[in-house]
Nanobody, 125 residues
């Protein structure tokens, strides 16, 4: 069982940056693939980025490649999402998620077993 709590969301102007954090509690954080998803009003939840248990393998949605960076600190049980060059279309609730590292890294929401409550990111034009 893993409990996830996101933080770091807020209001930022287009072109600005934010860093989201997701603190995990429970057992064996390093046994989990960690992911970030987002959901804008009226839209389905979509994959943003994921990172393997060691941090050596990452995956990104095409829409955020080159602008967002996912990382993790297993000693602190925390995963991060550094978001640069933000655009108004990045506005959404951002969710942290986890699934067992025994399975291949997922990029679909149904592949993830644990979810945080979400943090709002709003990018103004």
């Amino acid at each position: 069982q893993v409990q996830l709590v996101e933080s770091g969301g807020g209001l930022v102007q287009a072109g600005g940056s934010l860093r989201l954090s997701c603190a995990a509690s429970g057992r064996s954080f390093s046994n989990y693939v960690m992911g970030w998803f987002r959901q804008a009003p009226g839209k389905e939840r979509e994959f943003v980025a994921a990172i393997g248990w060691s941090g050596g393998h990452t995956r990104y949605a095409d829409s955020v490649k080159g602008r967002f960076t996912i990382s993790r600190d297993n000693a602190k049980n925390t995963v991060y999402l550094q978001m640069n060059s933000l655009k108004p279309e990045d506005t959404a609730v951002y969710y942290c998620a986890a699934h067992s590292a025994a399975r291949a890294m997922g990029d679909m929401s149904y592949e993830y077993d644990y979810w945080g409550q979400g943090t709002q990111v709003t990018v103004s034009s």
